[in-house]
């Protein structure tokens, strides 16, 4: 039977809440932030990673949905920008307990959430007025570096992008040593991704990776489970993992695969081939002279293929929209690309030139592995997460920009939303105040974890009036943010404050919880 939870005891349970989940987060934030003990897999790991610890916090009762609910700011954010979790989970929790005040002196919560909303879309405004571009290798270095707390890994992941580009896929795996390293590979990557969400590896990320597989290239729709169970039993009994290109498939072959794979027979993938006609069976063509495999069309008949006919690839990544197939070593694709730029030279239709271009360029395309390495799994796995997020907040500064870092972005805009909040009609006011505020914090909690007095240092950031201006946490010093590589992705802390407030302004107009 259900219960529910109403009145006082529902804000004393969204309080309890939000307390617990920005209590296990906070004390990471900052190039002082200390790690978090938590069980990943049944073994105890170690991390700063705040979507990583925020989920790994169990609770029980009313507190625990609220608490659910606010480990989605933590998901969310990690989805859109890749980090800034723990900065969205702490601006939450400020934006909430300043309006819990406000509500229990009897504002009205629907005129909180709508002063909330308009004051965040000004300090988003202000951010991206004070953002500027990526402009030189040393920019992605500092941005990688702040994102890790590791200048030697920022320097790495700058060489990776370097090299292979922003968006090229980079990989993270084990280098079974004790150092990181990166290696550059090929990768040929295309605009399609699996039928189903059900062939996902990382459920967190909806994303299937699968190494080394066998690769079964089909100019058709697989009409039935019939036509592919023979090579999906020749695959199994090889001990290894079948990935489908296919026009299309019907329901039946594709539970086929489903239920083969969450029992644990045969993990699999079914990737839709991209374009349409002609221009499908070309890519199908690309892909196979890139895999080494035999094309299956309607004069092939499925049920005869042998496992010599499969393509091989060292990975492959994808996800709903898109997937990246990383080149067997054992696979030679000169011959196939030279033939291909002949061709290309051959013609002087634009359409055919623009379309033999992307052919080549994807055959050509490069990609990378990070290689991590380290004395213990502990170890290891913590330096992973840490590059992950590095890796991603890199990628959205390159194609959005940077602002200042260390919370001194969202602290300059605080003089210009107090002089917005005099527009503000008087029930709107108390929610633009809950942003300015809550948007003090996480610079606030950056000093508090280093143990520093933090009300003078906040004054001279947000009285300054260069835009630059901040507060060096790990030296110690007053400095100019974008000269010292102290510096954020824009998304990042878009993401951050928007996802906060979302989920801040939802639980604020809560007054019952329903267990």
Same mark, same amino acid.
């Given at each position: ?17 939000? =307390? ?128 890790? =707390? ?72 697989? /009409? ?161 997460? /840490? ?45 633009? =105040? ?82």
């Amino acid at each position: 039977m259900s219960k529910t939870v109403n009145g006082l005891k529902a804000i004393n349970a969204i309080k309890n809440g939000v =307390k617990i989940i920005v209590d296990s987060v906070s004390h990471t934030l900052g190039p002082v932030g200390k790690n978090a003990i938590i069980t990943k897999d049944g073994k105890k790991v170690i991390t700063n990673d705040g979507v990583s610890i925020a989920k790994s916090v169990q609770v029980d009762g009313a507190e625990g949905c609220v608490a659910e609910i606010l480990k989605e700011v933590c998901i969310k954010t990690n989805q859109i920008a890749g980090d800034g979790t723990t900065t969205a989970t702490i601006l939450a929790g400020e934006m909430i307990n300043e309006g819990l005040k406000y509500i229990s002196f009897g504002e009205n919560p629907i005129l909180l959430r709508k002063g909330m909303e308009k004051m965040t879309q000004k300090v988003i405004e202000l951010l991206k007025e004070n953002s500027k571009p990526i402009e030189t290798k040393e920019d992605i270095k500092n941005v990688a570096t702040i994102s890790c =707390k590791d200048e030697e890994i920022g320097s790495l992941i700058s060489t990776a992008i370097s090299n292979v580009g922003a968006d090229a896929l980079i990989t993270i795996g084990e280098s079974g040593k004790s150092s990181t390293e990166f290696l550059l590979k090929q990768g040929f990557k295309f605009e399609k991704g699996y039928f189903s969400e059900q062939f996902c590896t990382n459920k967190a990320k909806l994303e299937s990776v699968i190494n080394n597989p066998y690769i079964f290239v089909v100019n058709k729709t697989i /009409r039935s489970a019939d036509e592919i169970l023979p090579i999906m039993e020749k695959v199994r009994q090889s001990n290894g993992e079948l990935v489908i290109v296919c026009e299309d498939i019907e329901k039946d072959a594709l539970l086929a695969l489903v239920v083969n794979k969450v029992k644990g027979v045969l993990n699999s993938l079914v990737i839709s081939a991209p374009y349409y006609k002609d221009r499908r069976l070309n890519f199908l063509y690309d892909l196979c002279a890139y895999t080494n495999a035999k094309l299956f069309s309607d004069e092939n008949d499925l049920k005869f293929a042998e496992i010599s006919d499969l393509g091989r690839a060292d990975k492959i990544v994808s996800n709903s929209i898109e997937t990246t197939i990383i080149k067997s070593d054992n696979v030679n694709i000169d011959e196939y690309v030279s033939a291909l730029i002949e061709l290309k030279n051959s013609f002087d239709n634009l359409y055919d030139l623009d379309v033999l271009s992307e052919r080549i360029t994807r055959l050509n395309g490069k990609s990378g592995s990070i290689l991590v390495g380290g004395l213990s799994d502990v170890e290891v796995f913590e330096r992973k997460l /840490r590059i992950e997020d590095a890796l991603n907040s890199t990628k959205v500064a390159m194609s959005d920009g940077i602002v200042c870092g260390g919370g001194v972005a969202l602290l300059k805009c605080v003089k210009e939303c107090e002089k917005y909040l005099l527009t503000f009609d008087e029930c709107e006011k108390y929610g633009g =105040k809950i942003i300015i505020d809550s948007i003090k914090m996480p610079l606030k909690q950056m000093l508090r974890n280093s143990g520093i007095e933090s009300d003078d240092i906040l004054n001279n950031v947000i009285s300054s009036e260069d835009k630059n201006f901040g507060y060096d946490l790990l030296h110690n010093k007053f400095c100019n943010m974008m000269e010292s590589g102290i510096v954020d992705p824009l998304k990042v802390t878009i993401s951050a404050l928007s996802n906060a407030c979302s989920v801040a302004s939802s639980l604020l107009t809560t007054d019952v919880i329903v267990l």
